[in-house]
T-cell receptor
Framework: ETGVTQTPRHLVMGMTNKKSLKCEQH?????MYWYKQSAKKPLELMFV???????ENNSVPSRFSPECPNSSHLFLHLHTLQPEDSALYLC???????????FGPGTRLTVT | GIQVEQSPPDLILQEGANSTLRCNFS?????LQWFHQNPWGQLINLFY???GTKQNGRLSATTVATERYSLLYISSSQTTDSGVYFC????????????FGPGTRLSVLP
């Protein structure tokens, strides 16, 4: 247990579906992150939020839409995904920028 | 941006053996972490070590920031050490952009 939880743990969705991934941290941190881990590729940072404000967007397609209603919760809204978006999506949090990051268990997403 | 390399890419050990994993990075950094990813995908924090040496049980890590590398030592390896080991670095000049290396896949055989 790292203090970061993610739901669901597994998700299968069609290309026309809309779904959301949820992340919650119980560590009192102020920064939250979404990462994507595809097979045979290093983890890629997608989005960063500090105090609920988005501070980094690493050229992520608009079919991925993040939302951070407060410092403890982070969502990733998914719509009209492609099969190549199938991956492990990991959420992380840290006390602030440039501090130690703690990861959730991930959501394994399959797009059919 | 920063480039991160890890070596070796794959490592197979007999239980009880020792090993050294290496992480090289292309620029000075403010943040360096080592993680172990278990077979279920969970990333487990091993060390937060932008410089210096730390030890935790059978594991220890050293970062030589001036020479841009970090080493992770695993002694008396156990089958539960199997998985992928990642180092990740961050430099404040490049924003809040944590860059992961490609990982070292470790298999410890009984």
């Amino acid at each position: 247990e790292t203090g970061v939880t993610q739901t669901p743990r597994h998700l299968v969705m069609g290309m026309t579906n809309k779904k959301s991934l949820k992340c919650e941290q119980h560590l009192g941190h102020n920064a939250m992150y979404w990462y994507k881990q595809s097979a045979k590729k290093p983890l890629e940072l997608m989005f960063v939020y500090n105090f609920k404000e988005q501070t980094e967007n690493n050229s992520v397609p608009s079919r991925f839409s993040p939302e951070c209603p407060n410092s403890s919760h982070l969502f990733l809204h998914l719509h009209t995904l492609q099969p190549e978006d199938s991956a492990l999506y990991l959420c992380a949090s840290s006390l602030g920028g440039h501090h130690e990051q703690y990861f959730g268990p991930g959501t394994r997403l399959t797009v059919t | 941006g920063i480039q991160v390399e890890q070596s070796p890419p794959d490592l197979i050990l007999q239980e009880g053996a020792n090993s050294t994993l290496r992480c090289n990075f292309s620029d000075s950094v403010n943040n360096l972490q080592w993680f172990h990813q278990n077979p279920w995908g969970q990333l487990i924090n091993l060390f937060y070590i932008p410089s210096g040496t730390k030890q935790n049980g059978r594991l220890s890590a050293t970062t030589v920031a001036t020479e841009r590398y970090s080493l992770l030592y695993i002694s008396s390896s156990q089958t539960t050490d199997s998985g992928v080991y990642f180092c990740a670095v961050e430099r404040s000049d490049y924003g809040q952009n944590f860059v992961f290396g490609p990982g070292t896949r470790l298999s410890v055989l009984p």
